[in-house]
């Protein structure tokens, strides 16, 4: 066991510990650099609106969009993991992972001209029948937006006692901001409101997650692709998505623990060794999942659903599978086995963005065969097509939504606490270290 940091512990009532944004300087170079790519993004994006490309040319931004909604959008529910479980270990890491609720407002962005290039579902493989209530488009738009509400609302009721808090005199202040700081007085029913509310929205916005991504690995990916038939991939797309953003949390919480002392006193070997854990079992359940998938095929041996594994894996898209198998699964693995690692932050750090990395080649090798398959409405392919690979605009809008989405981060980093100042009081009053024997053993009180 690995024990918290000093500062997490010494944290009391009086004087209430107040979290603040972090300080990020707009003229860094890193900033800056990040800026420029966006703009890139940005530029790509309204080439691909204003260009006379079909459905081909939103191949790779399909692929970013589903990035998007795999490690950025899956962040939050390693929060709602560690509220629904009472892991004090999560303290710190709790508002990092619901930051990320911020960036995850891009992938609606890209949905929509994505949805648009669609060819009608009468004749091909869908998920809806004869839904006649604008599925696809007005189905997959609405499930990520009530997701995206979730996770907004999520985020914003853990952010009001930090918040009210530093507001001052609630009574002075503007009625507009009372109403959006919920009236807050700090009062025993205002503590158990939004105790509650935090975990109800948090199994809320896992739920919207689960559904979003049923719905859209289908409408953008099988039901587009000939031959591609699984009821085991939107639960692959599922647990993938969570390993990265366990990953994304692990490199966000290294750079805080780095680049800011002031915050990064309260992340340490707790969060290392607890996340390397989860990091760990969610690569071992990547492998499950991928066999599981990978198996009925096999031994089924159906020829249109093998030309679509040979498309994805064996042949045509054969490179960027063997980064996405190499980057997610066997060096993670040949890695975290080591307690070493999962106990140090600056050597998990790595492992995770190895992990973020495959699983944008993952997705590419998965979507890119899909949204470029000439003919949706077959039922096998008659012979193997040749891979599509990235023009320069598709790599600008890679490079460019990565680059956006750090910025949006930042944005919120920036305005909003990067810790949960409540939780991490509350944490502190309920876990104390006492002398046992000739060791110090952690004590926890878990009340509720």
Known sequence: MSSPERAALELSLRPAYRPKPLRISMTNAVVALLVVLGVGGIAAYVSRIAGDGGRESWAYPTAVLMVLISFVAAAPLIAYASRATRGYWGLPSR??????????LLSMVILIPVMMTLPPLKGRANLWFDFAWGAPFFTDVLALGI???????LLWVSLVPDLAANAGDMNKLPRWRRMLLLNWKGSVR????????????????????????????????????????SGVFPAYHLISGIQGGVAAIIIVSWLIRRFSPEAGQFIGNEQALNLGKLLLGLTLLWFYFFYSDFIVVWYGRK?????????QTASVYLVPFLIAVFCQLLIPIALLIFNGVRRNLNLLAPVALIVIVGQIFDRIRLFVPAMTSEDPFAHS????????????????FI???????????LWAARRFPIHS??????????????????????VLGKPD
């Open 95 to 104: 508002r990092i992972a619901d930051l990320f609720v911020i960036p995850s």
């Open 190 to 229: 205002n503590w158990k409101t939004v105790r509650v509310t935090v975990k109800v929205l948090g199994a809320f916005y896992l739920m919207a997650y689960v559904f979003v991504a049923m719905v859209l690995t289908t409408d953008l990916g099988q039901s587009l692709m000939p031959g591609w038939r």
């Open 381 to 396: 392919y008659e012979e193997l097509p040749n891979a599509v690979g990235p023009d320069l605009i598709d790599i600008l």
């Open 399 to 409: 490079v460019g939504f990565l680059a956006l989405a750090a910025l949006a981060y």
């Open 303 to 311: 020829p249109s659903e093998v030309a679509a594994v040979q498309v």
């Open 147 to 153: 997701m995206l509400v979730a996770g907004l609302a």
């Open 421 to 442: 100042g409540w939780e991490l009081r509350e944490g502190a009053m309920l876990r104390e270290e006492r002398k046992f024997m000739k060791t110090e053993v952690l």
